[in-house]
């Protein structure tokens, strides 16, 4: 009795076809007597009741030469990635345990820059592809940043007066459409910037940029068709004005 054998524990490494001993159990028994390994539980890792060097059991020598020898597989999980709403990208299978996955090819959505893939769909913890490690079943989520182009300016015109006249008539340029966003930067040499016209709105208080100039932005989304519009700017002693207006195709209201 007292006979000393071993059960050795071998975990699959996180790449290739090798195994690494992970626990020694050292016990003892009966010389002649047949012992049975018992199965440790290991997180992520299944026992391989196939491996080809697995001892699952033995008889003791009174030697105390006997090794039995159980083998774990690390168990392997898919990976797949939410691309909120840009390039689909296919999910990585057969991902083992604790280990670290390649980046995919960036996905591409257009009007947006990638910002990475995160590891919840608030987008909080970026996905570190170098430490990462996958534990289980998961979904990555891609991150956009909308990319802040200048808008298109399909028809514009301008001009200037003397504001002895009281107020202007602007002719909105042929080719605007409904649906188009009108602009009116407005500038005056003295005095204030006129109300806004009707159906306008000004976008901010005027804005006296010195030398006793004067600027004002008005914006309105065209609905009603071409149409002038009437700017009464009121009279004052002969200073000038100037304006030019932009129009935006399918432009966004400001906000």
Same mark, same amino acid.
């Given at each position: 009795s007292n006979i000393a054998y071993k059960v050795e524990h071998y975990q699959q490494d996180? /790449?290739? *076809?090798?195994? &690494?001993?992970? =626990? &020694? =159990?050292?016990?003892?028994g009966t010389t002649g007597e047949t012992v049975t390994a /018992?199965? !440790? &539980?290991?997180?992520?890792f299944t026992e391989n009741t196939t491996h080809p060097d697995r001892v699952p059991s033995g008889t003791v020598l009174a030697d105390g030469s006997l090794v039995l020898k159980l083998y774990y597989d690390r168990n392997t999980y898919t990976v797949s990635f939410n691309s909120n709403g840009g390039s689909a990208e296919s999910p990585i299978s057969g991902v083992r345990y604790g280990a670290t996955i390649g980046a995919p090819a960036a996905p591409t959505r257009t009007g947006y820059d990638f910002d990475g893939?995160? !590891?919840?769909?608030?987008?909080t913890n970026l996905w570190n592809f170098a430490t990462d490690t996958v @534990?289980?079943? *998961? &979904?990555l989520y891609a991150k956009w *940043?909308?990319?802040?182009?200048?808008?298109?300016i399909?028809?514009?015109? $301008?001009?200037?007066?003397?504001?002895?006249?009281? $107020? /202007?008539?602007i002719t909105v340029p042929a080719g605007t459409q409904n649906g188009d966003l009108m602009?009116?930067?407005?500038t005056i040499n003295g005095g204030s910037a006129p109300a806004a016209p009707y159906g306008w709105t000004r976008l901010a208080p005027e804005n006296n940029t010195g030398n006793?100039?004067?600027?004002?932005?008005?914006?309105? !989304?065209? @609905?009603?068709?071409? $149409?002038d519009f009437i700017l009464n700017h009121g009279y004052n002693n002969n200073r000038r004005t100037s304006w030019i207006l932009l129009c935006i195709p399918d432009g966004d209201i400001p906000k």
């Open positions: 996180v /790449t290739g *076809t090798t195994y &690494t001993l992970a =626990d &020694t =159990d050292n016990l003892t /018992t199965p !440790k &539980t290991y997180t992520g893939w995160y !590891k919840e769909g608030a987008l @534990t289980a079943n *998961t &979904t *940043t909308a990319v802040q182009t200048a808008p298109e399909a028809n514009y015109t $301008s001009g200037r007066t003397n504001t002895n006249v009281g $107020s /202007t008539t602009v009116l930067i407005f006793d100039i004067t600027q004002a932005i008005y914006y309105q !989304k065209l @609905t009603g068709g071409l $149409s």
